[in-house]
């Protein structure tokens, strides 16, 4: 993959994005609990379309979100390919230390620009959240294991409305001050719209970033059907890393309103498009997305999984 141009700010659309598919965690957590056998089906459905970089799980309590039960087991059985990075959200210290004795490269942390929705979720401050992934990140480096910290509501709150992006962004900045490698700005709720990022990136500036110009990514989620055009103004702004789910499932169990998120195929068949490279066979995530549909017993509400991108042969006269 090429190294992306511009950055967060820049307004210099980038080259090549890089993509973290969440749906093995973010889009299974909401549904009916799915065999540790078919979610690793999932997961090398993935690594063949050449993702390189997936949230394989997530290290929280059973009994809170019993979707993810069996972590460690998902973990181990998992056949690691090479160049795949393979992530799991921990909500706490105890999380992160049962993902690193398990053996990931990564791990996600969660904290809410909105005070309200981080007392409702996690029930904890703002400021305790901060304190708790400072902690991590701490373990984490001690183990060489980096941490990307995910803002949720970035865009607006469900309880409070309007947030300052402002307030974002120095979140963000002080989450990486404290050891986060990367933040993510999530749309928790599908608030965001396109002048909104916008308005995020512009808050962002161009500033310093990482080595491969991708240590700020949006999460981003579908609840009003936003998420592809937000994607777009993203990238003209110069954002270059985004999670996504295959087949576009997923959503907060503990968010009222908060839809699917991005489909993963539905983003990749529009970089195609646009000549922006991801490294990832569209084909091949539809037929990730189908499977996605067989493990969870319904159709999936991502366009590309029924339609195929645009370039598909057809038999249709």
């Given at each position: 993959m090429s190294t992306p141009t511009g950055g967060p700010g820049s307004g210099a659309r980038p080259g090549a994005v890089a993509i973290r598919d969440v749906g093995p965690r973010d889009g299974l957590q909401p549904e009916a609990p799915v065999p540790v056998a078919d979610r690793v089906r999932l997961v090398h459905a993935l690594a063949d379309a050449g993702v390189t970089r997936i949230e394989v799980t997530g290290f929280v309590s059973p009994k809170a979100v019993p979707a993810m039960a069996g972590a460690a087991e998902v973990v181990a059985a998992v056949e690691r390919r090479p160049g795949v990075t393979y992530a799991a959200l921990v909500p706490n210290l105890r999380g992160a230390e049962m993902a690193l004795a398990a053996g990931v490269d990564e791990l996600t942390v969660t904290?809410?620009?909105?005070?309200?929705?981080?007392?409702?979720?996690?029930?904890?401050?703002?400021?305790?959240?901060?304190?708790?992934?400072?902690?991590?990140?701490?373990?984490?480096?001690?183990?060489?294991?980096?941490?990307?910290?995910?803002?949720?509501?970035?865009?607006?709150?469900?309880?409070?409305?309007?947030?300052?992006?402002?307030?974002?962004?120095?979140?963000?900045?002080?989450?990486?001050?404290?050891?986060?490698?990367?933040?993510?700005?999530?749309?928790?709720?599908?608030?965001?719209?396109?002048?909104?990022?916008?308005?995020?990136?512009?808050?962002?500036?161009?500033?310093?970033?990482?080595?491969?110009?991708?240590?700020?990514?949006?999460?981003?989620?579908?609840?009003?059907?936003t998420a592809l055009v937000n994607a777009y103004a993203a990238l003209e702004a110069g954002i270059a890393r985004f999670d996504t789910a295959v087949g576009g499932l997923g959503g907060s169990p503990f968010a009222h309103g908060a839809g699917g998120n991005l489909a993963t195929e539905e983003l990749v068949a529009l970089l195609d498009d646009l000549g922006i490279a991801t490294g990832i066979d569209v084909e091949r995530l539809v037929a990730a997305a189908l499977l996605v549909e067989e493990l969870v017993g319904r159709p999936v509400p991502s366009g590309v999984a029924h339609a195929g991108p645009r370039t598909r042969r057809s038999a249709a006269t």
């Open positions: 904290i809410s620009a909105s005070e309200t929705y981080n007392q409702r979720n996690v029930h904890m401050s703002v400021a305790e959240s901060a304190a708790v992934i400072a902690e991590i990140a701490v373990r984490a480096g001690d183990a060489g294991t980096p941490v990307d910290a995910v803002i949720s509501c970035a865009f607006g709150s469900p309880y409070e409305g309007d947030l300052d992006p402002a307030d974002a962004v120095a979140l963000g900045a002080r989450l990486a001050g404290a050891g986060a490698t990367r933040v993510t700005y999530a749309d928790t709720t599908g608030m965001a719209t396109p002048r909104r990022v916008t308005e995020l990136a512009a808050a962002l500036g161009p500033g310093p970033l990482g080595p491969d110009g991708q240590d700020v990514g949006l999460h981003l989620h579908d609840t009003r059907g």
